[in-house]
């Protein structure tokens, strides 16, 4: 029998003093990666999942009679909303593909009503996941740690960083054989070359979800899909493979994942402090309560791009109230995210905007 899903309150969140000094560390990291690369490029880009691999537009259907518990924030009332789906990889500079690391997928949903987070503009909800179900660092000073070794490794020299990679997928294959999975190692090159439309992807952290608490995660269910998950890309001379194939693929099938939501049901198995805790499935089951459709389209529409790679940011903090970001890991984001994001528009001369 599922237990029943916790109720939110302010006390579940533990804040450490020292987390300030955290969050100025971080900022201090994003600038040494933002300003390397702005120098290598001519221009600013994300110093986190600077790479995009396909631009999508679809919609989110959120469905009708789901249960109150579940029927909270965004997901309240049923109806549809515009979506803007951007896939990635998680380093802060514009590698080649060979160099094989993490995916990521930010929604933006559109014309989402509701009390606003502080200093969230507009009416939009981001989300923002990666296609593992924990985040690669316990803390946010475990965080800054490892931001400062992307950083350190953040310049031009492409073919060490190959050779790196390859070692590294060794290393991971190595570990998955005796049952041991390492993000860390992931995070650094180790990451299979999988196809960014098969995969399924998690918030890692959690958020409020209305009355509760929750975790999300984005799972495709289109056939086409489907066939795509655990297939790996052959990358070999082909800088922008993952990019291309994705493209080949949006240009012939019609998208569909599940969105669904994992409510917390026990705060010392579930915790909300520790995103390296992955919440058992079989005490916190994901549950559907909407659907993403995204129809054939070209997933690299030079305006597309545009509009959503270069003029829009995605944050975690983007939103609505009831789906405010909990935990350190979280918290640690806010501040950062948003100095990123101004120092890009700064650079470039291009402020982002929040769609209507």
């Known amino acids: 029998m ?13 804040v450490d003093p020292g987390e300030s000094e955290t969050v100025e560390g971080l900022k201090e990291t994003f600038d040494t990666i933002l300003e390397r690369t702005a120098e290598d490029y001519g221009h600013a880009v994300r110093s986190v999942h600077a790479k995009s691999h396909g631009i999508l537009e679809g919609e989110l ?6 249960p109150p518990e579940l029927a909270q924030g965004l997901f309240a009332k049923p109806g549809t909303h515009k979506v803007f789906l951007r896939m990635s990889t998680n380093a802060g500079d514009i590698l080649p593909d060979a160099i094989s690391l993490p995916r990521g997928l930010a929604i933006k949903v559109l014309d989402v009503a509701g009390e606003r987070l502080p ?17 690669q660092a316990e803390s946010s000073k475990q965080f800054l740690g490892s931001l400062k070794l992307l950083a350190a490794t953040t310049d031009r020299i492409e073919d060490t960083k190959k050779v790196a990679s390859k070692v590294l997928r060794g290393v991971r294959t190595a570990l998955e054989t005796v049952g041991i999975e390492s993000p860390t ?3 650094l090159g180790g990451a299979p070359n999988v196809e ?22 984005l799972k495709p269910v289109a ?8 297939h790996e890309i052959e990358v070999e001379g082909r800088d922008n493979a993952v990019r291309e194939a994705v493209r080949r693929e949006m240009a012939g099938l ?16 579930q915790p909300v402090e520790d995103a390296t805790v992955a919440w058992d499935e079989t005490e916190a089951p994901f549950q559907r309560v909407g659907t993403i459709r995204a129809k054939a389209q070209d997933s690299w529409d030079d305006a597309r791009v545009q509009k959503v790679n270069e003029e829009m940011r995605f944050s975690v903090w983007t939103g609505i109230a009831d789906h405010q970001p909990l935990g350190n890991i979280n918290r640690a984001r806010r501040e950062p995210y948003r100095h990123s994001a101004d120092f890009r528009a700064r650079f470039n001369g291009c402020p982002y ?3 209507s």
Request: glycine share 6%; with cysteine; hydrophobic share 40%.
């Open 254 to 269: 019609d998208a569909e994942w599940e969105f669904r939501v994992q409510l917390c049901r026990n705060l010392d198995r």
């Open 2 to 14: 599922i237990a029943q899903a916790v109720l939110y309150r302010p006390e579940v969140e533990f």
């Open 119 to 135: 200093g969230s503009e507009g009416s939009a909800q981001d989300f923002v996941m990666v296609n593992a179900p924990v985040f």
């Open 196 to 217: 960014p439309l098969g995969e399924t992807y998690y918030s890692t952290t959690p958020f409020r979800y209305g009355d509760h608490i929750a975790k999300f995660s």
């Open 61 to 66: 259907q959120i469905d009708e009679g789901l």
């Open 353 to 355: 905007h929040e769609p």
């Open 223 to 230: 056939p086409a899909m489907t066939a795509l998950t655990g």
């Open 185 to 187: 190692v992931n995070t």
